[in-house]
C-alpha cells in the first residue's frame, strides 16, 4: 500500500515549483526594456520618419481616390462633351417611344428648371404625382426619362399631356440625372413642372416652410417659359440623333 503521508508531500512539492515558475515569469516580463525612439538625426530615425511620412501618404492617396470616385469626378466622353458615369445611358437603352428626345443643350436647360421649380415648390415628382396633377388640370412641362424599364409605366404619360390644354412634354435621356435634378438621390421616372403657383395651406398645427423669394420665382418663371418655347420646336419622331 502506498504511503499517504508521502502523497501529500509530493503533491505540495509540485504545486510549490509551479508558483515559483509563475513569479520567475512575472519578474522577467516586468524587467523587460521599453523600446526607446532613436535619438533624432541619426540614420534610423530618419529611416523611422520616413517609412512613416510613406504610410501617411499612401492612406491620403486612398482617401482622396475614394472621395473622387464618390463625387463622380472620373467622367466618360461622348461626342466630345463629358458625361458622369451614373448619367450615361448607352443608345441601346433608350425606348423606342422617347419622342421628342431633347438634345443636350436644351437638356441642360430643362434640369436647371426643374431643380429652380423644386426650390419653390413647384414639381410633382412620379407617376402617380404627375397623373393626379395632369387630372386636376395643371399646365406645365412634363419631363420623361427614356431608360426607364419598363417603358409601359410611363407610357400612358405622353397621351394624357397631349389632351389636357396648356401641358407640353419632352423625354431626356437619363431617369438618375432627372432625379438628381429634382432633389432626391434616387432614380425618377417622370417629373412635372407646374406652370402656376401653387399656394398650400399648411395644416393644423404644422410648422410653416419659409416663405418664396420673389427672385426664385421670376427665374423659375422666365426658364419654365424658355424650356416649354423651345419644346414646342421639337419634332416627334427622331428630334435628335444621340
Known sequence: MSDPVAKKEKKDKKRKSQAADLSMASVTEAVQPIPVPPPPGTASAEAVVMEVDAERAAKKAKKEKRKSLAAGEESIVVEGQEVKPEFYVPPDAISPIASPLAG????????????????????????????????????????????ITPVDVISHLPLLAEEAAGVEYCWVLSKEELGAAGGTKRATSCVLVSSAVVKKTPASGAVAKPAISPEDIKEWEQGLKECMEEVKKLDYVGAVQY
Do not use: D
Request: aromatic share 2%.
Open 104 to 147: 443636350r443643350k436644351l437638356s441642360k436647360k430643362v434640369f436647371k428648371t426643374v431643380k429652380r421649380s423644386s426650390k419653390v415648390r413647384q414639381l410633382r415628382r412620379g407617376v402617380k404625382e404627375v397623373v393626379k396633377a395632369l387630372r386636376k388640370g395643371e399646365k406645365g412641362l412634363l419631363v420623361l426619362a427614356s431608360n
